[in-house]
């Protein structure tokens, strides 16, 4: 009640421009809002000059800007998850060189496009390490014709084994299990939580390896629809201490913030910019 009370007051009192100095993005469950810092009244009045800024080396640790990307990532994949069945899928060696993981993992996500060419799917991967260095991966898998589990556990643990030329891992490489569907919610804040805590650190970094590659990545990602609204500075502000009441969003963003955000939130907010 106290957010649609706010949302009824800022509609009252709000004024509507002509010349939008931004656009409110909303996709999947990841609701963002951005402003032109060149159109801003904090911003610097001459147009702002983009530079193509080449792609760094990758890190050792998981940086904080992949991090953010991750959990947007995520966000923007929760309605999809909710549809279809899930898979939570751990995939681990006894030693095996750095180099030659990612190189199993490319096999891997080849063997499971043929495995599934009849199927629709898509997955989120995640590296870690151990504490002893060696390498392992979570991956949350979506079928949207499910497959019994045993199927799932006896070909992912065969083929897994094949791949690293281990057979020992045909036994214990690998975990497969269903996600119940009242638990998807649980199995965002798992992978939001490997990005946002301070917790078991060691997993996110590579140690004295000379190269660790991505530490994240979605395969087959669906096409989800997005919404583009465009809204003045002054609705981006009243938006931002709105929903700052219910979502942890920093009071000192001037240009853009982002949230998690439900379908019944978006629509109440569209309300508000009407």
Not at 84 to 109: M, P, V, W
Not at 142 to 153: A, F, G, I, T
């Amino acid at each position: 009640m106290g957010l649609k009370r706010d949302l009824v007051q800022d509609t009252d009192s709000r004024t509507t421009t002509s010349n939008p100095a931004g656009k409110l993005i909303f996709q999947g469950a990841l609701l963002q809002a951005k402003i032109d810092p060149a159109k801003s009244r904090f911003g610097a009045r001459k147009p702002i000059r983009r530079r193509h800024v080449k792609r760094g080396p990758v890190r050792l640790t998981w940086s904080r800007q992949s991090r953010v990307y991750f959990i947007k990532t995520v966000l923007r994949l929760l309605p999809a998850l909710r549809v279809g069945t899930n898979y939570s899928i751990t995939l681990t060696y006894r030693e095996r060189e750095l180099s030659a993981c990612k190189r199993d993992l490319h096999t891997f996500q080849m063997r499971l496009r043929r495995f599934l060419k009849q199927n629709e799917w898509f997955a989120i991967w995640k590296m870690e390490f151990q504490r002893r260095g060696v390498v392992h991966y979570h991956l949350v898998l979506n079928l949207q014709c499910p497959l019994p589990v045993q199927e799932m556990r006896s070909y992912i643990s065969r083929f897994w084994s094949e791949i690293v030329q281990d057979p020992q891992l045909a036994i214990t490489g690998t975990r497969v299990d269903l996600v119940p569907m009242e638990t998807v919610q649980q199995v965002m804040v798992y992978l939001i939580g490997h990005a946002t805590s301070s917790r078991k650190q060691y997993q996110n970094h590579a140690g004295s390896v000379e190269w660790a590659g991505r530490w994240w990545g979605v395969w087959n990602k669906p096409n989800l629809p997005i919404s583009e609204i465009p809204i003045s500075e002054k609705e981006m502000h009243r938006l931002k201490r709105i929903l700052a009441k219910i979502r942890p969003i920093s009071q000192n963003a001037l240009f853009s913030f982002w949230t998690y955000c439900d379908d019944n939130l978006f629509h109440n907010l569209l309300t508000f910019l009407r």
